[in-house]
Nanobody, 126 residues
Framework: QVQLGESGGGLVQTGGSLRLSCAAS????????MGWFRQAPGKEREFVAG????????AYGESVKGRFTISRDNAKKTVYLQMNSLKPEDTAVYYC???????????????????WGQGTQVTVSS
């Protein structure tokens, strides 16, 4: 079983950048596909980005393509989300998620992930 803890959220102006980190403990990190999701008040949880076990396989939600980058460091047991050109509509609680998966699998749906962090708030001011 893996435990996840997000950090790096905060308040940023429109056009700014933030880097979120998700540190894992327990389990074999390199066996888990990782994802970032977000949820704004009154809205459903939304897929932001995912990365497979094998570095280089990534996927992004349409609203963040070209602005956000997901990466992972298996040695540090950490997955990152670099967020650039932030917009007010990016304001949400961002969650890290993990699940045991096949080598090239990436999951864009929340139900596919078994383990979740507590979330970190990102607020983008206009």
């Amino acid at each position: 079983q893996v435990q996840l803890g997000e950090s790096g959220g905060g308040l940023v102006q429109t056009g700014g950048s933030l880097r979120l980190s998700c540190a894992a403990s327990g389990g074999t990190f390199s066996s888990y596909a990782m994802g970032w999701f977000r949820q704004a008040p009154g809205k459903e949880r939304e897929f932001v980005a995912g990365i497979s076990l094998s570095v280089g396989n990534t996927a992004y939600g349409e609203s963040v393509k070209g602005r956000f980058t997901i990466s992972r460091d298996n040695a540090k047991k950490t997955v990152y989300l670099q967020m650039n050109s932030l917009k007010p509509e990016d304001t949400a609680v961002y969650y890290c998620a993990a699940t045991l998966a096949a080598r090239s699998w990436i999951g864009p749906t929340a139900y596919a992930y078994k383990y979740w962090g507590q979330g970190t708030q990102v607020t983008v001011s206009s």
